[in-house]
């Protein structure tokens, strides 16, 4: 089967298959809607996709047939509080009930091979959700909502902090990492049965300078585990770059120069723990690439050097921004996909040396995935 | 019995026709409608079980009080019915 890219955009689910030396892109499913994100299966060939349909809420579908036909299965949900309407009304009208509920399907991961129809699922606010039956039904791992550092949480990006990166240890399925904005790094070495804030050696600049340092405030945006050297774990954080070796336990920073540090999404080489790829943008405050021109950095050496590439990639004034799921690197190595909130989509060849507009004109890009 | 009828925007995700039900406040209504619709649920409460944010219940001319326990009353006859608002798109 050819190779395919799956594209969660704010109108769709689109995807694009490579066709006598261009792409073509196609809708898969849910033109119109919000697809905020998407799974390909690599052990079933199963298609998920999430939805976030604004006013009717979050929904969850799944093709086995590679996006000809969808049907609506569960999306994780936190469970109904058992409020009970005040007894007297003048005291309180209208009533008001506290208990959460799932705003955004932020990522979904296929559980590991040891595992079949197990799925996880990320959700704001901060919900870390299980199903071991291909997503008919869903349970929240409640060791981590019930954390008693969970009300410290906050949003990062949007009203509430949410699980954005959820890495399981190919060697050992019960290992596993997950990156919150804004909670830190959180470990489990049980399967999710318990959970430990550990990202030690992550740096914020945004609190109180005696916080800088707190495990439990730091913004990691996006963290990307290697397949064949899972203890390293890239982390593009807010306010820097971050490379681990011990499986998110400790950090550290990286500190070689580029144009800037500040992005969103990171990929790293399946093969090779010391390569991976960045798209800077000047910072938190002003969210644009630097200088209006758009490049891709890229390390082959754990963070000592980076080298800028922008081959292929607009000369003029850009204002494309990848947002934390929009840098994705395929199984073999080779080729990498990113897409902005602009709604552009590049692939970038050898190594992302060599880029390509794929698609333009799109809408806004929420996620890129090799299937 | 009440008449419970929905916005058309509605029949883009799911089946769902007009239809008499029993009930005396608008909770009771929904939750028969649900009985036999169990999907519909989840397009117009959250988890829950409040009106979601973005969706508005009338009975008659008036937009229900209640959105979190739903439990504005519904008289036989009245019309009640589901809107989606014209913020959150």
């Known amino acids: ?371 | 019995m009440p008449r419970l009828s929905f916005t058309p925007n509605l029949e883009r995700h799911l089946s769902c026709p007009s239809a008499r039900l029993p009930g005396d406040t608008v909770i009771a209504v929904l939750t028969a409608a649900f009985e036999g619709n169990p999907r519909l649920r989840s397009y117009l409460l959250d988890d829950q079980g409040r009106l979601r944010k973005h969706v508005n219940i009338f009975v008659n001319n008036e937009p229900v009080a209640d959105r979190d326990f739903l439990t504005d009353r519904v008289a036989d006859g009245d019309e009640v019915f589901v809107f989606q608002a014209l913020s959150g798109g």
């Open chain 1, 1 to 371: 089967m050819a190779q395919r890219l799956h594209l969660a955009t704010r109108k769709g689910l689109l995807s694009l298959t490579p066709s006598r030396g261009k792409w073509r892109m196609g809708v898969t499913g849910f033109l119109g809607d919000s697809v905020s994100t998407v799974l390909e299966d690599p052990r079933d060939g199963a298609l998920y996709a999430g939805l976030n349909l604004g006013h009717f809420g979050v929904k969850l579908h799944r093709s086995d047939d590679g996006g000809r036909t969808w049907t609506e299965i569960a999306a994780p949900a936190f469970a109904e509080e058992k409020d009970q309407p005040p007894l007297d009304p003048m005291k309180e009208w209208p009533p008001k009930k506290t208990g959460p509920s799932v705003e955004l399907l932020w990522t979904l991961v296929a559980g590991a091979a040891d595992r079949p129809g197990e799925l996880w699922a990320g959700t704001i606010p901060g919900g870390l959700f299980r199903s071991t039956d291909r997503g008919a039904s869903w349970q929240l791992i409640e060791s981590l909502w019930n954390d008693p550092t969970r009300p410290q949480w906050f949003g990062g990006g949007y009203d509430r902090a949410g699980i954005h990166s959820i890495c399981i240890d190919p060697r050992d399925s019960k290992r596993m990492v997950l990156g919150i904005s804004s909670g830190g790094i959180w470990r489990s070495s049980d399967a999710g049965a318990t959970w430990k804030n550990e990202g030690v050696g992550l740096r914020n600049a945004y609190m109180p300078p005696d916080k800088a340092y707190d495990p439990l405030s730091q913004d990691p945006h996006r963290i990307t585990q290697c397949a064949a050297a899972p203890d390293t774990i890239w982390c593009q954080h807010h306010n820097g770059i971050f490379l681990s070796r011990d499986a998110g336990a400790t950090f550290r920073e990286i500190k070689a120069r580029a144009p800037s540090r500040f992005g969103f999404g990171v990929a790293v080489h399946p093969e090779d723990p010391k390569t991976a790829w960045f798209v800077p943008a000047v910072r938190d405050i002003n969210r644009t690439p630097v200088d209006h021109r758009l490049m891709v950095m890229r390390t082959t050496d754990g963070g000592r050097s980076f080298k800028t590439f922008t081959n292929g990639l607009p000369k003029g004034p850009t204002f494309d921004l990848m947002y934390r799921h929009g840098l994705d690197i395929d199984a073999g190595g080779e080729r990498l996909a990113m897409g902005s909130t602009t709604g552009n989509l590049w692939v970038g060849e050898r190594q992302g040396t060599r880029w390509t507009l794929a698609a333009p004109h799109l809408p806004p890009i929420y996620q890129v995935s090799w299937g």
